[in-house]
């Protein structure tokens, strides 16, 4: 065995594009949508609010996720904001750590009428499909925010930030 200087993974010609996209952070959410058996979920963090009469949530999701066919069939959603303590449930939801039985029984859900919110995540909004292109190698979602729910995500730990590929506290005290 050897000992190298170099992260052993790292790609030896990296993606301008990806390394940019890396450097842009954002906050950590969670998409779900359906219900019962049906129901998927999906962690994103390339999304923007666009205020206004309504209000819209903008999302890249990945085409070939479950939570984008379950959302493009239901047309409803909820995305939840994460909090420092959900850095596993995040994980799960993005399909890079085991989940065994599924991502859903690692937090308390409840089901709403947009889809399951995570009963743990304060901040919150059910949002209404009202169009999807694709657009790079993702489906860009449009959706009008029908209810939002804002509650207090600045506890010990902080709002869930990414960025870089690691995980980082947003306005931890």
Avoid: N
Avoid at 7 to 29: I, K, M, N
Avoid at 30 to 48: D, I, K, N, P, Y
Avoid at 100 to 105: A, E, L, N, S, T
Avoid at 149 to 169: F, K
């Amino acid at each position: 065995m050897t000992i190298h200087d170099t992260h052993p993974f790292a790609d030896p010609d990296p993606d301008p594009v990806r390394r940019l996209r890396g450097r842009l952070g954002g906050a950590v959410s969670l998409w779900a949508a359906g219900e019962g058996a049906l129901r998927a979920g999906l962690t994103v963090t390339s999304q923007v609010l666009a205020h206004g009469e309504p209000a819209r949530m903008l999302g890249l999701l990945d085409p070939e996720a479950d939570l984008t066919e379950t959302l493009l069939d239901t047309g409803r959603a909820v995305v939840a904001l994460l909090a420092w303590e959900h850095r596993y449930l995040a994980d799960a939801f993005a399909g890079t750590v085991p989940a065994p039985g599924g991502p859903f029984r690692l937090t308390d859900f409840e089901q709403t009428p947009w889809g399951p919110r995570p009963v743990s995540a304060p901040t919150w909004a059910g949002v209404e499909l009202e169009g999807h292109r694709e657009i790079g190698w993702s489906l860009e979602v449009a959706c009008r925010l029908v209810h939002v729910e804002v509650g207090d995500d600045d506890g010990p730990g902080g709002a869930l930030g990414h960025r870089r590929g690691r995980y980082l506290r947003l306005g931890a005290p």
